[in-house]
């Protein structure tokens, strides 16, 4: 297979020394990356990085190589641009159309997906320039990430740093899987995504817990976020994954918390999506101790009934609320996966649910997915193999369209 053709721009602002682990992030996943800095990137990664992580050439100007016309030949052989980090400036200068060297050049021939990261101080963000700038890139069908908080250049911290560049490949290839997962339909939505396994403590050392990793979880927080939600996120425990971008993170460690967690944000939110892999069952007490081997008393997996948070949202549903469960399914000999998980829907009452074929290496710690999307009155759609971001757009699309307008 041809490898996916990636053009990576790179603008001038500090967080462009991110860009080398993007650019390693895109080589070792398969991709062929050539990298477009502009000439102010060039002041703080040097050519050699580049040309040494992308084996290839790395020029600025539309005057290197002339004869191959490189800025057509780019722009028309590229499978998807990712601009990591868009400053202030590149992206005034995308939005204008503006062609002043090889990188806003491109951006003019180019016909593929193309996704800005950007980074930049909150207040060149927040200005009313880069806000208009966004808005017209967006409406031209362009994915232009919302930002990161944290940490910024010097001493200031606040909105406008560069999404994490595991994040920013994930939502490339989810442009490479599907060139309209990122559309804005979800602005001025509320989401809650749970996501995670819960851990039952036993003692003070021991729990029962569960394989999932949170990244189904974590790309559903992010698609949202990235579709224009304001998203809370509760993670149960998780993989080392870093925070989605413009989400907010709740920490939580037991079904019992979890419960606690989702239960308010859920009241005001337009959808909830319980991702989350709930412990089923907790034990009966809690030792104050560590229950020492051999010991007799107490049983140590004497297990009591956790809530079904779930059914509690569904009961607790407000009007228009789309609820959306998840079901990790293997078969027996009652029924297969598909069967369990229709049953499932209809015992939960929620109005869609995705099915998940589990066991031999399938679904869980893993970062593709597959399964079915079926929906409460009838419909399933069968969800072919690809990455968690692509299953959490196909989420995303259904939850969307059951949504009334916001003015209804
Ligand atoms: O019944 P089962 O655990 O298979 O159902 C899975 C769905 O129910 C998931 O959406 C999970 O987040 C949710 N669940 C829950 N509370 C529980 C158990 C599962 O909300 N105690």
Known sequence: M????????????????????????????????????????????????FEALSGEAVHTGVFADVPS?????????????????ATADLLARAAHGRADDLLTATLLTARCPVLFAPAMHTEMWEHPATRDNVALLRSRGVVVMEPASGRLTGTDTGRGRLPDPAEIAE???LLLERSD??????????????????????????????????????????????RGAAVTLVAAHTADLGDPSAVDVVRVGSAAELREAMLGP???ADA???????????????APRKIKKGAAEPDPLRLTTNPDILVELVAARRPGQVIVG???????????????????????????????????????????????????????????????????????????????????
Not at 190 to 212: I, K, M, Q, W, Y
Not at 272 to 286: E, Y
């Open 272 to 286: 909830v999506v319980m991702a989350a892999a709930v412990a089923d069952f907790r034990p009966a007490a809690l």
């Open 69 to 85: 016309v490189p800025h057509v030949a780019l722009g028309k052989g590229a499978d998807l641009v990712v601009v990591a980090p």
């Open 326 to 408: 998840f079901a990790a399914e293997t078969g027996d000999e009652t029924g297969d996966a598909l069967h369990h998980g229709r049953e499932k829907l209809a015992r939960k009452g929620c109005d869609l649910l995705v099915v998940n074929i589990v066991g031999d290496g399938k679904a869980f710690e893993v970062p593709d997915n597959a399964g079915w999307l079926l929906c409460a009155g009838g419909g399933e759609t069968e969800l072919a193999t690809g990455s968690k971001a692509l299953l959490a757009s196909y989420v995303w699309d259904a939850v969307a369209a059951r949504l009334k307008p916001p003015s209804a």
């Open 181 to 226: 997962a990122l559309p804005g339909d979800l602005t001025g939505r509320r989401v809650v995504v749970s996501a995670g396994g819960t851990r039952e403590a036993l003692d003070p050392v021991r729990f029962l817990g569960n394989r999932s990793s949170g990244r189904q979880g974590f790309a559903l927080a992010r698609v949202a976020a990235q």
């Open 266 to 268: 859920a009241q005001g």
């Open 2 to 49: 041809v490898p996916p053709r990636v053009l990576l721009g790179v603008a001038g602002g500090i967080a462009a020394y991110k860009s080398a682990e993007l650019l390693r992030l895109l080589t070792e996943t398969g991709h062929s990356v050539r990298v477009l800095p502009t000439a102010a990137a060039l002041e703080f990664v040097g050519v050699a990085t």
């Open 171 to 173: 939502l490339g290839r």
